[in-house]
């Protein structure tokens, strides 16, 4: 028996998306923002863009009924110059009333080529395709899909096999996170397998993850906007990018941090903020950045040259 499938609208209409501050339109597609498109204004360069449109941590959710969904996306891929293929395009995460119940591997589409990551940038369009998740539970069921942390993913259109309707309320309290490529989880097996995602599950939280591979640098932007933001948790990772970067010196980055977190208190004066440093990195640990690779691939650091001041 074939199975008529509806068209449910991405934007306007029952779908709630999760982890994402605003909806862009783009043609016929929605593209998810972690960040307010304001913000643009203010980012350094390409790079930062890039990974502020990877959606780790956004996820669709409704209610329906339906045992087949379909979700037509168009990803956008990085493919380093010399690397014999893109990076991978990441997986679609299907979550029923909470438990994981299917994931599937999302297609490839743009694909942009890169010098470095800050480099040269030369984008090869490709088309949409479509995932796919059959053989759902009978009945109506509360459903999340969790889109790829590790590439930008516009979404074309939404099919499923029944009605759509809104999300119940979940009554959850509201975890607002920001920080680096430790948070971001490029590397991470699969949406929900981030550590923020998988803190959120246990704690019974929603989740909205504002960080940023290869950035995290105070960066008054993201102040402003986690200020803004309703939260009734907050937690801010600072640190090794900054370290990495040598973009503060001991003069500069007290003061950056209590700007940073005082332009948070504005619009959160009670709201637990949690500071946390990063991960171990012992190629930083006794010398100041920049951070640099070998051609071994092992992270080590340049000292910076005296006139500079106080790391």
Not at 23 to 37: D, G, M, N
Not at 128 to 138: D, H
Not at 288 to 310: M, N, Q, S, Y
Request: include cysteine; glycine fraction near 10%; hydrophobic fraction near 40%.
């Amino acid at each position: 028996m074939t199975t008529s499938m509806r068209e449910v609208p991405l934007a306007g209409g029952p779908v709630e998306f999760r982890g994402a501050l605003e909806l862009e339109t783009i043609e016929s597609a929605v593209l998810p923002l972690r960040l307010p498109a304001w913000t643009r204004a203010q980012y350094p360069d390409a790079f930062m863009r890039g990974v502020a449109d990877m959606p780790t941590g956004v996820r669709l959710a409704f209610r329906t009924g339906a045992r087949l969904l379909e979700l037509d996306v168009l990803t956008t891929v990085w493919h380093f110059d010399g690397e014999p293929e893109p990076l991978g395009p990441g997986l679609v995460e299907l979550v029923v009333d909470g438990e994981p119940a299917g994931r599937a591997e999302v297609p490839v589409g743009n694909v942009l080529r890169l010098s470095e990551p800050r480099g040269e940038r030369r984008l090869e369009p490709g088309a949409p395709g479509t995932v796919r998740f059959a053989g759902l539970a009978a009945g109506v069921k509360e459903v999340e899909l969790w889109l790829p942390q590790q590439v930008r993913t516009e979404l074309i259109a939404l099919r499923a096999g029944a009605e759509v309707v809104p999300p119940a309320p979940n009554g959850r309290r509201r975890w607002v996170h920001h920080g680096s490529s430790i948070s971001h989880c490029v590397e991470a097996d699969s949406p929900t397998g981030t550590w923020p995602a998988v803190a959120a599950a246990i704690a019974e939280v929603d989740l909205v993850n504002l960080s940023q591979a290869g950035n995290a640098m105070l960066d008054p932007y993201v102040a402003r906007t986690i200020r803004d933001t309703p939260a009734d948790l907050i937690s801010v990772k600072v640190g090794i990018n900054i370290v990495n970067a040598a973009s503060f010196r001991r003069r500069t980055f007290l003061p950056a941090v209590h700007g940073f977190l005082d332009t948070v208190r504005d619009g959160h004066p009670d709201t637990p903020l949690l500071l946390i440093s990063p991960i171990t990195c012992p190629a930083v640990e006794d010398t100041p950045g920049p951070g640099v690779r070998t051609p071994e691939g092992i992270k080590a650091a340049v000292p910076a040259p005296t006139w500079l001041g106080a790391p």
